[in-house]
């Protein structure tokens, strides 16, 4: 018996978002685990609460996912089968991806991992960057302090130096 080759899916949900974050969750993770099951799940991309275009059942704001995934061609109609008894769906569809919308699909999905990876090494730097400022902060703390004592002291002995004559002073003025 011979392999039955697989093709490529994108699939986008949009579900009522007057359900509560509970019920909307269940329903993602009814539609993913379905879909887990059957095929091979490339990307999930939740778009979350979005307002609709128009309405639809006379509701105005839909929760979004969009599921990228590989499988055998019966497994979209089981799917479509599924989303239609599915209560809490608003519209859903499902759509072959030919070889444009694939090369456009394999560079997105790399530029978002070359952002995740460029983010991670900027954590990395900002960190590298706190630790030295760290390390160096005790001797430009004490640096700082000594500037503070330089600037201070004169002053101090001026004021001392004031207070004793006009100490000195009222000691005149009452004898």
């Known amino acids: 018996m011979s392999e039955q080759v697989k093709h490529s899916y994108e699939s986008i949900i949009i579900v009522d978002a007057s359900k509560t ?16 099951k059957n095929a091979t799940i490339t990307n999930i991309d939740v778009w979350g609460k979005r307002k609709l275009a128009y309405p639809i059942n006379y509701k105005n704001d839909g929760y979004y996912v969009l599921v990228n ?9 089981e799917l479509d089968r599924v989303y239609g008894i599915t209560d809490g769906l608003l519209r859903t569809i499902i759509t072959r991806l030919g ?16 952002a995740a990876k460029a983010k991670k090494a900027e954590e990395v730097t900002a960190e590298k960057a706190e630790a030295k400022v760290e390390e160096a902060a ?13 600037e201070v002291a004169p002053v101090e002995a ?18």
Do not use: G, M, R
């Open 99 to 114: 070889d444009a919308e694939l090369a456009a699909f394999a560079k997105k999905l790399e530029s978002k991992k070359a």
């Open 69 to 77: 995934f590989d499988s055998v061609a019966d497994f979209p109609k």
């Open 21 to 36: 974050d509970d019920e909307i969750q269940a329903i993602v993770n009814k539609i993913q685990t379905l879909i887990e």
């Open 138 to 150: 005790p001797v430009e703390a004490k640096e700082e302090a000594a500037e503070v004592v330089a």
């Open 158 to 175: 001026e004021a001392v130096v004031e207070a004793e004559a006009t100490a000195d002073a009222i000691d005149e003025v009452t004898e």
